[in-house]
């Protein structure tokens, strides 16, 4: 059964969804407690170059592949590298998508538990016992999480088998400029508290000292993939879903722009509040739900700036996730045949599944730490962003950069005949894949 391939509806369309994959619980949960665990302004600069010289020019490499063959990430390179090895890079982007919202999925759940918090009003005033043992006790029991985890992907399977089109788009438009407006009035906040300095020093000068720890570039790149949505394929099939008449260079460095854009405006909410109420930088992957409550109680109406908070982040969450499990479900839908509702909901209860093991992580199974001292989901975590990603960038970036003729790479990403466009193909030819390989031997230890 061969139906017509799905589109957007429009140029904006795309925009909007693409930047709705790409802010999420990246900008706010997962850069700011990266940046704190790697010492802050030093990563805050690896993580900006590895934006502007790896991630902006790979989102166009992405999306340009999707357009053009207008496929899913396994059926993009099959189409366009015929008998060749390519789609396997494909099935990486299919196994780091399920591991990635595996463990999303978990997060933004504990998102949608504290939006409900702040609704009934229960966490307006802090917990007797405080805010960070109060979210401890709440992750740390055994069904609590899970079953926030399964709302959530519940939420996020009925929005894709839907249809992207009109729930998300819609929501976006409307909860994506709530979200900037509500962490601009936070930042502003969070600067008026007493030790703000301490935190915009932390953030903003950077201590190059800690550039000799090798794990601080792995971790800038890592955050600048998941950050961007880029390696997975995610942006591939949203590229898919785009034709031809649509100009993609001032597209792609649009999202990138702004969603770096969200990135430093939270940490300017995040690091002020940190240093006021002396929570330690590098707590991990708690750190905003601990810090964002404390922010909150101490300024007027700070319950009702909760509630739209953690409703704007929830959403936020919701479109980066459907962007994930858009990964599996279209290459389900061409390669097995499947109807759009088998394929998301059997995708779908296989990441929960997955996230199961990331949430009991927290509690039960907090001895289990397969990486190093990392638990379950910081372990699911590194191995997909640090690893699976920038492996996929980089497999994209040599598809197009030596897999296409200059003049094709050129065309797919509407750069024929300018001078940006020889800027780009160096930087994807050559320097990006370099500079990820020197990346990850000198994270092996090897550089
Ligand atoms: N970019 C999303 C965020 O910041 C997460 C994501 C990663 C989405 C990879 C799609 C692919 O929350």
Do not use: C
């Not at 591939?236 to 649509?246: A, K, P």
Request: glycine content about 12%; charged content about 10%.
């Amino acid at each position: 059964m061969n139906m017509a391939r799905e589109s957007w509806a429009s140029k904006l369309g795309f925009m909007l969804a693409a930047m709705g994959s790409a802010v999420g619980l990246g900008n706010i949960w997962r850069f700011s407690y990266v940046a704190g665990e790697n010492g802050g302004g030093a990563f805050l600069i690896l993580y900006l170059i590895s934006v502007l010289v790896i991630g902006i020019p790979l989102l166009l490499v992405e999306v340009s592949i999707g357009r053009k063959a207008q496929s899913d990430v396994v059926g993009s390179y099959e189409k366009l590298a015929p008998g060749k090895p390519w789609y396997l890079a494909g099935f990486f982007g299919i196994g780091a998508s399920l591991l990635i919202l595996g463990f999303y999925s978990v997060v933004a759940g504990w998102s949608f538990y504290y939006f409900w918090n702040y609704l009934n009003g229960f966490f307006f005033n802090e917990p007797q016992e405080g805010y960070g043992p109060a979210f401890e006790s709440f992750t740390t029991t055994l069904t609590q999480p899970l079953i926030w985890h399964g709302l959530f992907m519940v939420v996020t399977i009925l929005i894709v088998l839907s249809g992207v089109k009109k729930g998300i788009e819609l929501a976006n438009k409307i909860f994506m400029p709530l979200l900037a407006i509500l962490l601009i009035i936070l930042a502003g906040f969070s600067l008026s508290l007493d030790g703000a300095a301490e935190g915009m020093r932390f953030l903003f000068q950077p201590d190059w000292s800690v550039l000799s720890d090798p794990t601080v570039y792995i971790s800038a790149l890592g955050q600048a993939f998941f950050s961007l949505s880029l390696g997975v394929g995610a942006m591939m099939t949203y590229g898919s879903y785009l034709s031809s008449s649509h100009k993609l260079p001032g597209a792609t460095f649009g999202i990138g722009i702004m969603d770096t854009l969200f990135a430093i405006i939270s940490g300017v909410v995040i690091f002020p509040a940190v240093f006021a109420f002396s929570i330690e930088p590098d707590s991990g992957p708690v750190l905003v739900f601990i810090t964002l409550p404390s922010i909150f109680n101490q300024m007027p109406f700070g319950g009702y700036v909760g509630i739209l908070f953690f409703l704007s982040l929830s959403l936020a969450a919701i479109s980066s996730s459907v962007s994930l499990l858009e990964v599996p479900v279209s290459y389900l839908m061409r390669a097995a045949s499947w109807t759009r509702r088998k394929a998301a909901m059997v995708s779908g209860l296989i990441i929960f599944i997955l996230g199961i093991g990331a949430s009991l992580g927290m509690g039960v199974l907090a001895g289990v730490t397969p990486i190093g001292e990392n638990n379950i989901m910081d372990s699911m975590d590194y191995i997909a962003s640090n690893i699976f990603l920038p492996l996929g960038g980089m497999t994209m970036a040599l598809f197009v950069g030596w897999h296409f003729t200059k003049r094709t790479a050129l065309e797919a990403a509407d750069l024929s005949g300018t001078g940006l466009g020889s800027v780009w193909y160096g930087l994807v030819r050559y320097i990006a894949p370099i500079l990820i390989v020197i990346i990850f031997l000198q994270a092996l230890g090897l550089f």
